[in-house]
């Protein structure tokens, strides 16, 4: 089951937190760095984020979280995070294919690094296509895509 969750709630705002923090953990494994800037955001962070965050419910746990953010005709991908224990279950697809149909805009944009081969191949599948990629300050190399709606 999915549904949005009321960040500002401190228990919800700890439940986002933990999912971020099991799945940015094996992220920064996979990516090879130590100092990864998910990480760090805090639960406070997370509380006073305007983005929307939706949660994929298996036994009423958060088991996954996506965060969006809707600026006039797009829609960015700010975050899509599943817990280690519930991997390879199609739920990061069934997320995306959430988000993409919850309203009408023209662009839906995600960025993630450029090792992470597991969700651009996922973000693939869902017709995103890669436009930039870069090297932020803090060294990780990204690929930014766009799937136009």
């Not at 509380?47 to 939706?54: A, C, D, L, M, R």
């Not at 294919?97 to 009408?104: D, I, T």
């Not at 191949?121 to 895509?145: D, Q, T």
Request: proline share 3%.
């Amino acid at each position: 089951m999915i549904k949005q969750l009321d960040n500002v709630n401190e228990n919800i705002a700890e439940q986002i937190y933990a999912v971020f923090q099991h799945a940015y953990r094996i992220e920064a494994d996979l990516i090879g760095v130590v100092n990864f800037p998910p990480l760090s955001r805090s639960i406070k962070d997370i509380q006073g984020s305007k983005t929307q965050f939706y949660g994929f419910y298996v036994d009423q746990i958060v088991a996954a979280v996506i965060e969006i953010k809707l600026e006039g005709q797009q829609l960015n991908i700010c975050s899509l995070t599943v817990s280690p224990n519930y991997f390879r279950r199609g739920i990061a697809d069934t997320l995306i294919s959430y988000v993409l149909g919850l309203s009408y805009f023209s662009k839906a944009l995600v960025e993630t690094a450029v090792v992470n081969l597991p969700a651009i191949k996922l973000y693939e599948k869902h017709g995103f296509i890669e436009y930039k990629r870069w090297v932020p300050s803090h060294g990780i190399a990204k690929v930014a895509m766009s799937r136009i709606c």
